[in-house]
């Protein structure tokens, strides 16, 4: 798949070949992860919507192996950043060393500079080297004594933290969380699955020898011709209805933003792409505004006491908005 | 086209029923002595009699058992059927004729002979050539296309598209018209097709059966619809309806099996029958006054007759008094009425008439015609330039001709369609009214509810009970008529207070508000006829005078007959509703000083004069009897003026309208599903199709149960109706894509993808029809939710 290929005119032709290089893809990784397709599938999304990845689940349930399976799938470079209490930003984003024999500040690139970086439970990691993600998950670039340093592209920042083990840690910020397109928990496979596992350990697939199936360019070029996926303007309607109702409902204390309404959009388009599709529909929406929305928003403490999940509440503003007609009922 | 409920049902498995027996029934079983069908008025047909035919073994004649067969019966003659379809078309004409008490007889003859005609024309030279008749739908086809044929060509001139609109509304233009009715195609249609329909039914009556009085039977409907809705029109249908018995006894007597030479005696019989029809018919008891159908059906709303009102137009009309407005020969010089103004609501005057369109005859209220004597006043107008819908006539008119004009039959005011135009000419017969000073003297005010109306007398908008402006004139009206002790008294002393104390001033201050009436009757005392008579207007009213305010022009400049009417012609004037008199105009405005011998204009109409003489000897007369010292006894409540309304009781309608009901139910959830399907699935575009595919099948689900939540998606929809309905998913699935496709794609849809749609819903139909009961399918075919589209 070629530049060229992709900025042909007739887009709907190849969809195609869209869909069938990310079914390539999931199904490259999902050897190594089994059973856990849809889950594959939404990194893959991330991925191509030049999204990031928050990974909550607890340890041993394949969240570095996803990442590293992803990376080896797109041929692509990845690091892995442990994050711990005495973590610095410098240790993520790189540091300017003065070299003697040029007598010039050299800046030596941190972990953050790969394709897809692992922060292995940021929640443990001191707000202030949390928020030193801030600025390259967003801007896809690190400022080291006043001057940019980009990253590379594909650029994605798959973050684990554990659920379980809150003691020491620092729950991540709004801002921080706004910044991650999805989260989603990976979850214990099912017995078969799990069994597969087991069977296949001797001698099975290791991340470390799974077939690349794209190049970089590949992606990139992937990534560019699912931002050109046509979306109906009644649907731009239904999505930033979905986002209003966020705000609106009685049980949510801060809503979605609008830079959810544009990851959700990002998002959908990927997803109509590998779907063979060459436009969105309701159900693109549908299916992802949970994972897209619901980590960003903030519950009462009276729906919290209450037991209610800020997914269920997406569920409840979807069971509401009306899908545009005709399709729809 | 099927809904999916309509879907065949599937082949019931099981053996295929067995063949239908090839060979004929047994000799015996066709020998049980049943009659031979009625072979029609021609006689039997070629193989149709006399047991010949058959399949069957022939038996040796002997072992056959006697049958005694009923004689098959005599062909009918030429000439007795020739003579049978001739008095059929002559009812038919007769019927027709009962419209002649809503048209005009010229007008409503030649349509109705034709309509009699042709239909029996059309059948005979059908069927004669052939000595059989045609099927019945060819019967009923050529009717329908002959009729069509006929009216575009000879009704409407060949405007065939107008057709259909015309007969549907006919009937109700002619209810609500009035009589005589004008002779326009699209009034006469109905008439012409109601005789074309008893024409062709009796002709086909006669041709395809042996009855003797039934292809009388849709004449005599259709005169009994005639006779409805000529109620209360002029003439009488006595002699048609003896025409009509006379007629379906000579029918009788022709289509009779009695031999040829006693037809004269029984035609003689049939004529001796209907004249005594005629002597026999005013003898007959009436219970009570006929139903005339007009007081069911609701006039039409009244229009907006003018942008400006004529009232409104006085004052500039004055300040230019040299305008030619119209010219008029008459007979006799009246006051030329243009517009009457019977609501007040504090500011304005405005028309509360309901004019309905009329032909020449204009109908005259019940007080007018009980009136004992009156004035033919001839009159021919022209038009120069005089704006507006408003038709002057000298009141009260009686017939128009020359200008189609809509009426207000209360007031008898004359309205056009259109504006008038410079050189329109129209002539106008009117009644002008005599009046006389005794009945005059002992006058009290009208209490109908009508003339109640016209006693409203509301403040201004914005008026608070401070600032009241009412009171004062009542205070005022009932200080001049103090000491007076009829109603006509009072208003007489009125208009001599007016005429008495305030002068005619074309330069005063014009309009005709509260506030603008305080100052000409309080303080400037000077104004023209539009103050005199609205000023008249409001103190009559504070009185509980029903009174109106009358915009027209005196006789004009002129003689000899003939007389030019310029806008300084103009006068308004007021009238006071009396019990048994009705509306009588008084006349406040004095006569401007030297204005006659200036212009030339004759300075009143020949009623006025003669009123006011009438008037004056009236309140002389009653002045003599020293009615003015004791205020008369109230006399008691006065019988109202025209006969009450009587309204229909509901529940008359609600049990006429039951039995209807669950017909109308039926007939809608049955067809309007169908139209539904046949819009959408020809609609316009593909992706309009397969959104009615889409709704199609949703409908279809709703009535599975699929919830009406507006937020599923097609393929959540699709999920229902796979778990709902076995079978419907590899349907469901693809006809969600392509509605999604449709939808939202960027490329629209081709025919193709609309057709596989249909295609799908088609399918889905037939499931889910097939998964129910025929009882359950029966019940979602007749539930109520199929009446409205999702």
Known sequence: MTAEAYGAPDAEALVGRFAQLFGALAGNIERVIRGKRENVELAMLCLLSEGHLLLEDVPGVGKTTLARAIAASVDAQWTRIQFTPDLLPSDVTGVSIFNQATSKFEFHPGPIFANIVVADEINRGSPKTQSALLEVMEERRVSVDGRPQPVPRPFMVIATQNPVDMDGTYPLPEAQLDRFLMKISMGYPDHTSEVAVLTGMPSGPAVDHLPKVAGRDDVKNMIDFASRIHVAPPLYDYLVHIVAATRQHPDIRLGASPRASLALLRAVRVRAAAAGRSYVVPEDIKALAPHVIAHRLMLTPEAELRGRTAAELVAEVLGRVPVPQAAGV | ?790
């Open chain 2, 1 to 790: 086209m099927t809904t999916p409920d309509d879907a065949p049902p599937p082949q019931a498995p099981g053996p295929p029923p067995a063949p239908e027996p090839a060979a004929a029934p047994p000799a015996d079983d066709r020998s049980k002595g049943e009659a031979p069908p009625d072979p029609g008025p021609y006689g039997p047909g070629p193989g149709t009699a006399h047991g010949s035919a058959g399949n069957g073994p022939e038996r040796p004649a002997a072992k056959t058992p006697p049958v005694r067969r009923a004689p098959a019966p005599r062909p009918v003659s030429a000439v007795r059927l020739g003579l049978a379809l001739v008095v059929t078309a002559a009812l038919a004409a007769a019927a027709g004729l009962g419209f002649q008490r809503v048209f005009a007889l010229r007008d409503i003859g030649p349509v109705v002979a034709v309509a009699a005609v042709v239909p029996v024309l059309l059948s005979a030279l059908v069927s004669w050539p052939r000595r059989r008749s045609w099927p019945l739908w060819i019967a009923i086809l050529l009717t329908v296309g002959g009729w069509t044929l006929v009216t575009g060509l000879v009704l409407f001139h060949g405007d065939f598209g107008v057709i259909g609109g015309s007969l549907r509304d006919s009937w109700k233009a002619i209810l609500t018209t009035l009589m005589p009715a004008p002779g326009r195609p699209e009034l006469l249609v109905l008439p012409q097709a109601l005789t074309w329909f008893a024409a062709a039914t009796g002709a086909e009556t006669v041709l395809r059966s042996r009855t003797k009085a039934l292809p009388a039977l849709p004449s005599v409907t259709v005169f009994g619809v005639a006779l409805l809705l000529g109620v209360g029109g002029p003439g009488s249908n006595l002699p048609v309806a003896a025409a009509l018995v006379g007629l379906a006894a000579v029918l009788v007597v022709v289509r009779g099996d009695g031999r040829a030479g006693r037809a004269p005696v029984g035609v003689a019989a049939a004529v001796a029958l209907g004249l005594v029809a005629v002597f026999a018919g005013p003898l007959l008891p009436v219970a009570g006054t006929p139903y005339d159908p007009r007081q069911s059906v609701e006039a039409p709303p009244p229009e907006q007759r003018d942008s400006v009102s004529p009232l409104d137009r006085v004052s500039a009309w004055l300040q230019t008094p040299d305008q030619q407005m119209f010219t008029v020969h008459t007979t006799a010089p009246e006051n030329w009425r243009l517009a009457v103004l019977d609501r007040f609501d504090g500011v304005t005057w405005t028309s509360g008439g309901n004019f309905v369109a009329a032909g020449n005859r204009i109908p005259a209220p019940e007080h007018v015609t009980r009136h004992r004597s009156s004035t033919r006043v001839d009159q021919r107008f022209t038009i120069q330039n005089l704006p507006g819908v408003w038709v002057p006539a000298a009141d009260r008119p009686t017939t128009i001709t020359g200008l189609g004009v809509t009426v207000d039959p209360g007031s008898g005011v004359l309205t056009t369609v259109q504006p008038l135009r410079t050189g329109q000419t129209y002539a106008v017969r009117s009644a002008a009214r005599d009046y006389d000073a005794d009945e005059l003297a002992d006058a009290e005010p009208a209490r109908d509810p009508e003339a109640l109306a016209a006693t409203s007398l509301p403040e201004s908008p914005g008026t608070t009970a401070a600032n009241a402006q009412v009171p004062a004139f009542h205070k005022l009206a009932e200080q001049i008529t103090a000491g007076q002790s009829t109603g006509f008294l009072r208003a007489a002393k009125l208009a001599d207070y007016l005429r008495a104390t305030d002068k005619y001033d074309v330069s005063g201050l014009p309009g005709h508000t509260y506030a603008q009436l305080q100052y000409f009757l309080t303080r400037s005392k000077r104004g023209t006829s539009e103050q005199f008579a609205t000023a008249y207007a409001v103190l009559a009213r504070s009185l509980g005078l029903p009174t109106r305010v009358v915009v027209g022009f005196r006789p004009g400049v002129g003689g000899d007959g003939e007389f030019q009417v310029r806008s300084g012609d103009v006068l308004v004037w007021p009238e006071v509703d009396f019990t048994g008199l009705g509306w009588v105009p008084f006349y406040p405005t004095p006569e401007q000083q030297g204005r006659s011998q200036k212009s030339g204009s004759v300075p009143a109409g020949d009623t006025q004069q003669k009123l006011e003489q009438a008037q004056k000897n009236a309140a002389a007369k009653n002045k003599g009897n020293g009615g003015s010292t004791q205020p008369k006894q109230p006399t008691p409540p006065p019988a109202t003026k025209k006969t009450p309304h009587k309204a229909t009781p509901w529940w008359m309608y609600a049990s006429a309208a039951a039995p209807l009901i669950p017909i109308v139910y039926l007939v809608a959830v049955l067809v309007l599903p169908m139209l539904r399907r046949r819009r959408r699935r020809s609609a316009a575009t593909p992706a309009e199709r397969i959104a009615g595919a889409w709704e199609q099948t949703v409908e279809t689900l709703n009535a599975v149960g699929l919830p009406r939540a507006t937020s599923l998606t097609a393929h959540e929809v699709a999920g229902f109706g796979g778990r709902t309905v076995a079978g419907t998913e590899s349907h469901l699935r693809p006809l969600a894509d392509l509605v999604n496709r449709a939808e939202y794609a960027e490329r629209p849809p081709d025919p193709a993808a609309a057709e596989a749609a249909w295609r799908h819903t088609d399918q889905i139909g037939r499931l889910v029809a097939r998964a129910a009961s025929p009882l359950r399918r029966a019940g979602r075919r007749l539930h109520p939710r199929r009446l409205r589209a999702r």
